[in-house]
């Protein structure tokens, strides 16, 4: 027998007691038992996120709630700044696009992120910007963006402007501190750290953002947040939600919660930490020049093809990795160390990769990858 192993960055490996949730039998919706646990569940994403900053929950995909920030934040008179440092940067301004919404950009090389500097020079550039649109981590990349002083310096220097970020990778990965650092409207998905299927989208948002929201003359039914929020402040939800994911929500929050955010997040970054020094003990080169705690993305070895070590890992020990997006399809491997993994799990993929580099006939040292990822846990 065979166990197929998923380290792609979502969806992630599903924690076993939110699976066990997931087995229970459905409740209504409408009921008093769905309204306490729909509260509760938004006060402990609250914590999570950070923030006293009102959270919704929506039904749908990450991108659904990224679409809602647009759609009911702005106007088709309104400009955007996009950060776009790779493929879901990318994404903002496709979704802007939709809308008929002004979007300039900010671009950067796949691999780097953009500083407080460049996204302050950019503003300068274009007065008037309404938003600006970012990811906390571009995971099509595993690069990170330095939150805090990007929110401070547009706090300080651009009070108008709302920040919206794409925290999807980013909560409980990296630090993430939504009220401190000024950030207007945080989002984030279920199939991610929160170790949950794919279907659950949440996001705060900010008294600033709230105030906008009866303002934007762009379309929207589904996602028309001022009518979510009304319903969700009461317990309920505008439209049916995915009423096990959101009782699977529940206990993984509580299970993030008294494990420690706090410990969640330096695993991820100890996790991260290992899996570098473990590629690069094999050859591997590193994509990003700010990499992130969610992901890890790396060139292979010399004469090593991307895609058929993909292909090579699942085949041979059912090791599902993630690939490249955009103009990096096919040339990199990206390893997810998000939600619910732990170091052995990064020992486990390294020997992995490393028995198919060798039956590849690359030139390496048996134990190379791991030896370096094991005196880097043991340095912590």
């Known amino acids: 027998m065979r166990k197929t192993r998923i380290f792609t960055p979502g969806p992630t490996p599903l924690l076993p007691q939110a699976q066990l949730a997931l087995a229970r039998p459905i409740i209504h919706h409408r009921t008093q038992e769905f309204k306490e646990l729909f509260l509760e569940?938004?006060?402990?994403?609250?914590?999570?996120?950070?923030?006293?900053?009102?959270?919704?929950?929506?039904?749908?995909?990450?991108?659904?709630?990224?679409?809602?920030?647009?759609?009911?934040?702005?106007?088709?008179?309104?400009?955007?700044?996009?950060?776009?440092?790779?493929?879901?940067?990318?994404?903002?301004?496709?979704?802007?696009?939709?809308?008929?919404?002004?979007c300039v950009t900010l671009t950067k090389e796949y691999g780097d992120a953009a500083t407080a500097e460049e996204i302050g020079e950019a503003l300068q550039r274009n007065p008037g910007t309404k938003g600006l649109l970012i990811q906390g981590c571009e995971t099509s990349t595993a690069t990170a963006h330095d939150l805090e002083s990007i929110g401070n310096l547009v706090r300080r220097e651009f009070p108008e402007v709302l920040i919206i970020v794409?925290?999807?990778?980013?909560?409980?990965?990296?630090?993430?501190?939504?009220?401190?650092?000024?950030?207007?409207?945080?989002?984030?998905?279920?199939?991610?750290?929160?170790?949950?299927?794919?279907?659950?989208?949440f996001m705060s948002l900010s008294p600033r953002a709230l105030q906008k929201l009866s303002g934007a003359a762009s379309p929207r039914y589904y996602f028309n947040l001022a009518k979510e929020l009304k319903n969700q402040q009461t317990g309920q939800t505008a439209w049916t939600p995915n009423v096990s994911l959101v009782v699977a929500l529940n206990v993984a929050c509580k299970e993030i919660l008294c494990e420690g955010l706090d410990n969640v997040i330096a695993d991820a970054e100890l996790m991260a930490?290992?899996?570098?020094?473990?590629?690069?003990?094999?050859?591997?080169?590193?994509?990003?020049?700010?990499?992130?705690?969610?992901?890890?993305?790396?060139?292979?070895?010399?004469?090593?093809?991307?895609?058929?070590?993909?292909?090579k890992l699942e085949s041979r020990f059912g090791v599902k990795v993630a690939g490249g997006q955009g103009e990096l399809k096919g040339k990199i491997i990206r390893i997810a160390h998000l939600g619910y993994f732990d170091t052995l799990d990064v020992f486990s993929v390294l020997s992995a990769i490393e028995l198919c580099l060798l039956e590849m006939g690359q030139s390496i040292e048996p134990g190379v990858g791991i030896k370096a990822a094991m005196l880097e846990a043991r340095q912590n």
Do not use: H, Y
């Open 41 to 102: 569940t938004r006060r402990l994403l609250q914590e999570i996120l950070r923030t006293q900053n009102e959270v919704l929950i929506l039904t749908a995909s990450g991108t659904g709630a990224m679409e809602a920030a647009v759609c009911n934040l702005f106007s088709p008179q309104d400009q955007t700044l996009a950060v776009v440092a790779g493929k879901f940067g990318e994404r903002w301004v496709e979704i802007c696009q939709a809308f008929q919404i002004p």
């Open 166 to 201: 794409d925290a999807i990778t980013t909560a409980g990965c990296q630090p993430l501190e939504t009220d401190a650092w000024g950030l207007d409207v945080v989002i984030s998905g279920s199939q991610k750290a929160f170790a949950l299927p794919p279907g659950l989208a």
């Open 273 to 311: 930490r290992c899996t570098r020094q473990g590629l690069l003990a094999l050859n591997f080169r590193l994509l990003s020049q700010s990499p992130a705690s969610a992901a890890t993305a790396a060139f292979p070895p010399e004469g090593v093809s991307a895609s058929e070590l993909s292909k």
